[in-house]
């Protein structure tokens, strides 16, 4: 009896201490998924459900809000305003704003990235510079100078390098009197490390860069560029180009001039979706191969302009601002499933999928 006794006791033991652990561990949180949408002509942010594919809010961040970004716990949402360049920071689990912060973001602050564990904002502005905003500070510790204008961000996966992407601009952009600064053409995408803040390395891409993003893994780094209708396919361990997709168009539509701006990654990374603004259409690329093999086109709303995946990939959204409306695709059918109508003249333009969580992490103490 005894011996059966202690030969239990090291299992009681073990139980035990897996009952107290799941006493004081913190419970699983739950999570909401969001699309955050810039009304690019107002100072609103619109909130979508995205289990219900409903337009459920609108918070004030700004005049002309452009850029988005949020850290892996999803919690929190930073929001560029360009009129005013200001950073507003949103609640995303109460969907409140909690501050404003007008530190000296430059001028017309646009897409930035920020590192997964939310301490370093990688803001662009268009006075041709990117700055690295520290949240826990709350201040800008580092200036890193490109070519051209500060534009478009990507954070690889794992926080460790931040890809810049300055436009080249034109007349349009360079006569903005808050600009003042001498101009110069990119054909490159800068690479820094994201823990030290510095410069390391480039990646030539023949043109100017436009949007882009990158795969699960991190080792494609996808994007459209001036003059490509289509995008091009970056190792990023290696920095260059090798591969490029090009749209298929009818003769009438290759006799239209377009450009490409919007693109993203779904279907566990096998797919990307990318926009051709003039024609009015959403494209499908197999990217499992190389050059990727287009698979699908769309006809969507006038001028789309910017794409999101839902965070499981199955689901893609597309912006389209010249008729203020977003809409919905199911990835694995390849059809419509949805569409949602903004105001009229409110163009909808970035947009962000944030799984945010229900509430704060608890302990049952």
């Not at 799941?22 to 955050?36: I, N």
């Not at 051209?148 to 954070?155: A, K, Q, W």
Request: proline share 8%.
């Amino acid at each position: 009896m005894n011996r059966r006794f202690f030969a239990l006791a090291p299992a009681l033991a073990c139980f035990a201490a897996v009952s107290l652990l799941a006493q004081t561990a913190p419970a699983p949180a739950t999570t909401q998924e969001k699309l955050y949408i810039s009304l690019e002509n107002t100072d609103t942010l619109a909130v979508v459900d995205l289990k219900t594919f409903k337009h459920i809010k609108d918070l004030k961040v700004g005049m002309h809000p452009h850029g988005q970004a949020s850290p892996a716990s999803q919690d929190k949402l930073y929001v560029a305003a360009e009129v005013g360049g200001t950073v507003t920071l949103i609640d995303t689990i109460r969907d409140e704003v909690v501050k404003t912060f007008d530190v000296g973001f430059g001028t017309e602050p646009q897409n930035g990235a920020i590192t997964p564990d939310g301490r370093f904002l990688y803001q662009p502005s268009y006075a041709g510079y990117w700055q690295v905003f520290d949240t826990q500070k709350e201040q800008i510790v580092e200036y890193i100078h490109t070519l051209g204008i500060g534009h478009n961000t990507v954070m690889s996966p794992d926080g460790r390098f931040a890809y810049l992407l300055p436009i080249v601009g034109g007349p349009g952009h360079f006569a903005r009197p808050s600009l003042g600064l001498p101009r110069t053409h990119p054909k490159e995408v800068t690479v820094v490390d994201a823990k030290a803040h510095k410069v390391v390395g480039t990646i030539p891409v023949g043109s100017g860069p436009r949007p882009g993003t990158i795969s699960p893994d991190g080792k494609r780094l996808y994007m459209n560029v001036d003059d490509l209708l289509g995008f091009l396919v970056i190792d990023t361990a290696a920095r260059k180009v090798i591969g490029k997709a090009t749209y298929t168009l009818t003769p009438d539509e290759e006799a239209v001039r377009s450009r490409s701006h919007g693109i993203a990654v779904a279907n566990d990374g096998k797919e990307v979706w990318s926009n051709d603004v003039v024609h009015n259409l959403t494209f499908v690329f197999d990217v499992t191969v190389n050059p990727p093999k287009q698979i699908a086109r769309f006809p969507v709303g006038r001028q789309p302009y910017w794409i999101m995946a839902s965070k499981d990939g199955k689901t893609i959204y597309v912006n389209c601002p010249s008729s203020d409306e977003l809409i919905a695709f199911d990835v694995l059918a390849k059809k419509e499933k949805g569409r949602i109508q903004f105001p009229k003249g409110s163009r909808p333009t970035r947009m962000l999928t944030v799984a945010a969580p229900t509430s704060p992490l608890r302990t049952s103490r």
